[in-house]
């Protein structure tokens, strides 16, 4: 139980100095996911031969003498919509039962490289279009703060297996708030870094922009650390944001200094009703910042809410990009194949159109927000949900819109590409139970050392527990 407690920057430096062995974390880890993944939906699988096999390299390497990387030994689940080499991946489709890949994805070797040992491919809904994680493959994924609720999504997996201590760290993504979403509902940091801060690697193609690889985590240190990992230009990237010279963990543990922070609790995307506990947890937010000594003022909405809708376009040309055969159309669930046939009803035209309206959204986004160093505002509109309170496999219509009601914030920095991190400062007491209320933090563009310097002072004043990774459920 103790070590599955422990962050990722504690484990891999207990394993570097072999004060633990890389078997002994992989086996507790496995050992509190088999008992519990199951009432969490976090996982499409478990993969306890790969991580024990990892593990048990790593350790011989380390007793060699080797150098290893920066997160050696810790485990690190990877979302259902990346390959790894040999494990069956669905992408939570039922088209896609059966399907192995026989390369790992870059992503994925990028991590491997620097240690971390996979102990499974954590729960996604199909192919990660909707915010919550209801898989056509599976249980869905639950916040353990209330097995009754929802974990987020399409991290969502994810999200519960490090809310659980099942994993400190687990890979995920962000195209519309899929790592922030999910970060907000189960008490946990989740940070989308700006477009072109992480490659998409060789074989995948970045499209718009719109996506961001990750991670979600209980500490500020264990995002910084990750990132450090995988940021960086490899050849061909389309999109490319310079480095940080020092690394992003010595970055975060850096004083941010007095800041310029703007404060929006005025949803932008959807005409939404923010739930009283989200705008309270903003407000105290922002009067703590006040308290820290830094400058707090009220900042506008970017743009109109009908500007949105080229990102639904992006999306739906996205969903019907997907390469399926014909004959597995009838398998999708109906807001994949909503999205599908709005995708291809969308003219090249009419493509280009909101491609264009995204690049004027990041010139009127820039021209609003860059006076603040930083943008205060809820993740979400609303707590975490129950199971099935968005989905509506009758009007698909109406669960894209309701999905847009409840995250009116989150997709503004993937159109953007700027960077954010939710960070879990608040709680809630909501019908009874005590619920996670996320709180988003935006930068400017390629600014992640400033967001993660200031999430560390908000860590360090304001603090966050996790009551779950000792828990039994």
Request: aromatic letters at 6%.
């Amino acid at each position: 139980m103790e070590l599955t407690s422990r962050s990722a920057v504690e484990l891999a430096e207990a394993v570097r100095r072999r004060e633990l062995t890389a078997v002994e974390v992989a086996s507790a880890h496995l050992e509190r996911s088999e008992r519990l993944a199951g009432r969490l939906g976090a996982f499409a699988r478990l993969t306890p031969e790969l991580a024990l096999r990892t593990a048990e390299l790593l350790d011989a390497r380390l007793a060699a003498g080797e150098q290893v990387g920066p997160l050696a030994g810790v485990p690190c689940p990877i979302k259902d919509l990346n390959a790894v080499a040999g494990i069956g991946m669905e992408a939570g489709s039922a088209a896609m039962v059966g399907y192995v890949p026989e390369v790992s994805d870059d992503l994925v070797e990028w991590l491997a490289d620097a240690g971390t040992v996979c102990t499974g491919k954590t729960a996604t809904p199909e192919f990660g279009l909707p915010c919550y994680t209801e898989p056509a493959t599976g249980e869905p994924a639950r916040t353990p703060w209330d097995l009754t609720r929802m974990a987020g999504g399409s991290s969502g997996g994810a999200a519960a297996a490090v809310a659980a201590g099942l994993a400190p760290i687990a890979q995920a993504s962000d195209g519309g708030g899929s790592i922030r979403i999910p970060a907000s509902c189960c008490g946990l940091v989740g940070l989308k870094a700006s477009r072109g801060r992480i490659s998409p690697g060789r074989g995948r193609v970045p499209g718009p922009g719109l996506v961001s690889d990750g991670v979600l985590s209980r500490t500020v240190a264990d995002t910084a650390l990750a990132l450090d990992v995988l940021a960086g230009q490899r050849p061909g990237d389309t999109y490319f944001v310079p480095s940080q010279p020092d690394g992003f963990l010595a970055a975060s543990r850096r004083d941010p200094g007095r800041l310029r922070i703007g404060v929006l609790t005025t949803p932008v995307i959807a005409e939404a009703d923010v739930h009283p506990a989200c705008r309270t947890a903003a407000e105290q937010t922002a009067a703590q910042l006040a308290a820290l000594g830094h400058d707090v003022v009220k900042a506008p909405v970017p743009f109109p809410v009908e500007r949105w809708a080229a990102f639904q376009a992006l999306w739906a040309v996205g969903a019907a990009s997907i390469p399926l055969p014909p004959e597995a159309e009838p398998l999708l669930r109906p807001l994949t194949r909503w999205l599908r046939e709005v995708g291809r009803n969308t003219s090249g035209l009419a493509y280009a159109g909101a491609a264009g309206a995204v690049q004027q959204l990041t010139v009127e986004v820039a021209e609003a927000w860059d006076g603040y160093d930083a943008v205060l505002m809820p993740t979400l509109a609303q707590p975490p949900l129950s199971i099935g309170a968005i989905r509506d496999d009758d009007d698909p219509a109406a669960d894209f819109a309701a999905q847009t009601r409840f995250t009116p914030w989150t997709s503004v920095f993937n159109l953007s590409g700027r960077p954010a991190i939710s960070l879990p400062l608040r709680t809630a007491q909501i019908d009874g139970i005590r619920l996670p209320i996320g709180v988003m933090l935006g930068g400017r563009f390629g600014q992640e050392s400033l967001l993660l310097s200031l999430a560390t002072q908000l860590e360090a004043e304001v603090g966050w527990q996790h009551p779950f990774v000792a828990a039994e459920f």
